[in-house]
């Protein structure tokens, strides 16, 4: 059985009661990856002490052996007859097998302190991205203290990797979508992923790609289209991110079947532009920019293609004088039924969608007007106070308001600006995207490495949206 978490496990202890009898189980079955479970923590040549906590005068320590991707519970400041064990989640500190209690043991009579074996944080054979914690019970008490879930280097050498890492605990491979997000969100979630392949070399997680895809296919109108046309466009992005990655041609296919579906809600209301949903009830800016950006990028990797470049084009040619680009060129939300701007929120992931498009219009055309305009808009959302209250990106929804769209917004803005900065010979983002990045890092992030919603802190909870962005940041920065 599995049992939720209760309460933030991040960064102090957790308190639980005692389980019960009936929640007793047979421990997990081992585990065998580089070493086979469990091994004796004498043999680490470099014990790393992770995370603490305390109960009653106890000190419960989480140990790693980064080279095995081993990990061991320790008590120290107890008395014979304390309990020390280790927990094991593979969903992120979400679930984790009641009552097994990996390598339950007991303070020696006399001792004042002892410790576990040492267990696998890891399922390679099954590929569980795991997470320890260590727990213990002071002898004669009902309480419990656990430190906070954290892992091993194993992945995870830097804070891309481990951010890469933190994400794939959120997969679930049995769907091969992500857990704790939604279809879209998913989509850049994958595109995440990809890009950390692509960015910082961890190719372990290579076969989301193929079962996101094999999963999914099907789903919905089939080929990643459905009723959204701004989904359909995020899919049919993350489709073009794997094709770069791996050559497939099948991901390429399906991102210009993607494209052709939403060309089919091009039509002369407001003067042209595709819209959001199938049912036609508003063109907005996301669909738009997403539509420039996708029709543009599968130009730039079909020979002879000149049906794509055209819509791009002719995308960017109405954007342009649609009014969605406001005075302070900040970019609206959309138009009115009157086809002019809605005065909406000026959310970042509308920034940044449209600079990476115009930046991938650009490598089609060649036009440096299409760069120039990019940067124009990039510098506006980059020094925009609203936008970046201290310097730092905050959207409109946040602290509390974000619902499950808005945590994914800014991973999309930082991916676009990303996009553009590496475009500029002179780097010019470079700097405004290594703060976001150091601040996250800094202060929003848990000792598993997943971050909140907050990249100026502090941390809220984790979820597969706000760990791509985090991520999506992370591939962006120096």
Same mark, same amino acid.
């Given at each position: ?294 029709? %543009?990028?599968? *130009? &730039? !990797?079909?020979?002879? +293609? =000149?049906?794509?470049?055209?819509? /791009? ?126 601040? %996250?890092?800094? *202060? &929003? !992030?848990?000792?598993? +490495? =997943?971050?909140?919603?907050?990249? /100026? ?22």
């Amino acid at each position: 059985m599995a049992r939720s978490l209760l309460g933030a496990v991040v960064s102090a202890a957790v308190l639980l009661t005692l389980a019960t009898p009936a929640e007793t189980a047979q421990a997990e079955a081992a585990i065998c990856n580089k070493y086979c479970e469990p091994r004796d923590p004498a043999l680490a040549p470099q014990p790393r002490q992770s995370v603490t906590t305390e109960l009653a005068g106890r000190r419960y320590t989480l140990h790693f052996d980064d080279s095995a991707a081993m990990g061991w519970a320790a008590v120290s400041g107890g008395t014979g007859g304390d309990e020390v064990w280790l927990d094991r989640s593979f969903d992120g500190g979400h679930t984790w097998a009641s009552g097994s209690k990996l390598g339950a043991t007991t303070v020696p009579a006399g001792a004042t302190g002892w410790r576990t074996l040492m267990y696998n944080v890891d399922d390679w054979a099954n590929r569980g991205v795991g997470a320890l914690r260590a727990c213990g019970r002071p002898t004669g008490q009902t309480a419990i203290a656990c430190t906070a879930w954290a892992r091993t280097t194993w992945n995870a050498w830097d804070r891309r990797t481990a951010a890469v890492t933190a994400l794939m605990q959120f997969y679930d491979t049995g769907t091969g979508l992500f857990r704790t997000t939604g279809w879209w969100n998913a989509a850049n979630a994958l595109t995440g992923v990809i890009d950390g392949i692509r960015v910082s070399g961890v190719d372990s997680y290579r076969y989301a790609i193929a079962t996101t895809y094999d999963r999914n296919r099907s789903a919905h109108q089939g080929e990643f289209r459905n009723e959204y046309l701004d989904d359909t466009a995020w899919w049919g992005l993350a489709w073009v991110a794997a094709y770069d990655l791996t050559g497939d041609s099948r991901y390429l296919a399906t991102a210009r079947i993607d494209a052709e579906h939403m060309a089919a809600y091009w039509d002369g209301v407001c003067g042209g532009g595709v819209w959001w949903r199938t049912d036609r009830p508003v063109k907005n800016a996301i669909t738009n920019s997403l539509y420039i950006q996708l029709n %543009a990028a599968l *130009h &730039n !990797r079909i020979p002879g +293609d =000149t049906v794509f470049r055209q819509r /791009a084009s002719a995308g960017w040619a109405w954007f342009s004088a649609s009014g969605m680009i406001n005075s302070a060129n900040l970019v609206n939300d959309g138009l009115t039924s009157s086809c002019v701007n809605d005065g909406k929120p000026v959310w970042s992931y509308n920034q940044g969608v449209l600079v990476a498009g115009l930046t991938e219009l650009h490598r089609a055309t060649g036009d440096g007007g299409l760069l120039a305009k990019a940067r124009q808009l990039a510098d506006a959302s980059t020094t925009d106070p609203t936008l970046n209250p201290g310097g730092i990106l905050r959207d409109p929804c946040e602290p509390v308001n974000c619902a499950a769209d808005g945590p994914s917004f800014k991973g999309a803005y930082a991916r676009g600006l990303g996009k553009l900065n590496n475009a500029l010979p002179d780097r010019p983002y470079t700097s405004y995207l290594k703060r976001q990045a150091d601040s %996250a890092y800094t *202060h &929003n !992030r848990t000792a598993l +490495d =997943t971050y909140g919603l907050r990249w /100026a802190g502090p941390f809220d909870s984790a979820d597969a949206a706000r760990q791509h962005s985090a991520l999506d940041l992370l591939n962006a920065a120096p």
